[in-house]
C-alpha cells in the first residue's frame, strides 16, 4: 500500500518552454501533497506543500509563478515548471500523506533544460 | 526552527558488519522520526518510523531507537548486505506536516 507515482520520470526541454509533472497516490487519498528539489548528492529540498482545493504553500525562496502547483483532487498533484532554463535542471520528487505525518515518496522526476 | 543534523555523511562497512546512523533533532516538540532509504536515481523510500512514545522499535535487520531527552535517534543495521547501499535519511516531524530532513548518509556496504 501507499504507493505514489509520478509522470514522466525524465524529460528533456529546451530552455523557455514548460514542463508539467503529475504526482498520483494510487492506493489512497492524499490530503496534502509535497513538492521537493534534490541536487546531486543533496538532502531533499522542500518547495511547496499544497492541500486539495486549496492554494500551494511555497517555501521561502521558491518563485511561486515559476513553479505552479495544482492540487485539484485527492489523487493527483501536479508541479509546472514554467519557462524552464538550465538552472532549474534537477531532479523534481513529490510525495503525499494520507493522513498524520507520515509522507510517501514518488520515483521522482529528472528534468533537464538544454 | 527545527534543525535535523545526520552523522556519518559516509559510512562504509563490511558486508556482514553492522551499521549505525546517528541523528540530533533541536524542536523538542518533534513527536514522529521516519527513516527513509533512497537509491540512485529514485525517490526516498520509508524503511521504519517511530514515535516519541516508543523508546526503540526492530523490523527483522533494521532498528531505530530514540533517545528523547537527549534528542537524538538512531538506525542500527545488522548484518549488511550490498543491496542496503543506498543513501539514508532521518527526519524529524512535530506533528503539523512540516518534516524536517537530515542532510543524509551514504552507505557503502562492501562484498
Known amino acids: 500500500g501507499a504507493v505514489v507515482s509520478q509522470h514522466p520520470s525524465w524529460v528533456i526541454c529546451k530552455s523557455g518552454t514548460s514542463v508539467k509533472i503529475e504526482c498520483r497516490s494510487l492506493?489512497?487519498?492524499?490530503?496534502?501533497m509535497f513538492w521537493y528539489r534534490q541536487f546531486p548528492k543533496q538532502s531533499l529540498m522542500l518547495m511547496a506543500t499544497?492541500?486539495?482545493?486549496?492554494?500551494?504553500?511555497?517555501e521561502q525562496g521558491v518563485e511561486k509563478d515559476k513553479f505552479l502547483i495544482n492540487h485539484a483532487s485527492l489523487t493527483l498533484s501536479t508541479l509546472t515548471v514554467t519557462s524552464a532554463h538550465p538552472e532549474d535542471s534537477s531532479f523534481y520528487i513529490c510525495?503525499?500523506?494520507?493522513?498524520?505525518?507520515?509522507?510517501?515518496f514518488g520515483p521522482g522526476t529528472r528534468l533537464l533544460v538544454l | 526552527g527545527e534543525n535535523v543534523e545526520q552523522h556519518p555523511s559516509t559510512l562504509s562497512v563490511q558486508e556482514g558488519d553492522s551499521a549505525v546512523i546517528k541523528c540530533t533533532y533541536s524542536?523538542?516538540?518533534?513527536?514522529?522520526f521516519p527513516w527513509y532509504k533512497q537509491e540512485l536515481g529514485k525517490g526516498p523510500q520509508l524503511i521504519i518510523d517511530?514515535?516519541?512514545?516508543?523508546g526503540e522499535k526492530k523490523d527483522q535487520r533494521i532498528a531505530v531507537t530514540l533517545n528523547k531527552t537527549a534528542k537524538h535517534f538512531s538506525l542500527h543495521i545488522t548484518e549488511t548486505q550490498p543491496e542496503d547501499s543506498a543513501v539514508y535519511f532521518c527526519?524529524?516531524?512535530?506533528?503539523?506536516?512540516?518534516?524536517?530532513f537530515g542532510a543524509g548518509t551514504r552507505l557503502f556496504v562492501k562484498a
Open positions: 510525495s503525499a500523506t494520507p493522513a498524520g505525518e507520515t509522507q510517501y
Open positions: 492506493d489512497f487519498q492524499a490530503t496534502t
Open positions: 499544497s492541500n486539495e482545493g486549496s492554494k500551494a504553500t511555497y
Open positions: 524542536d523538542s516538540a518533534s513527536n514522529y
Open positions: 517511530i514515535r516519541s512514545n516508543v
Open positions: 527526519a524529524a516531524s512535530t506533528g503539523g506536516f512540516k518534516t524536517i
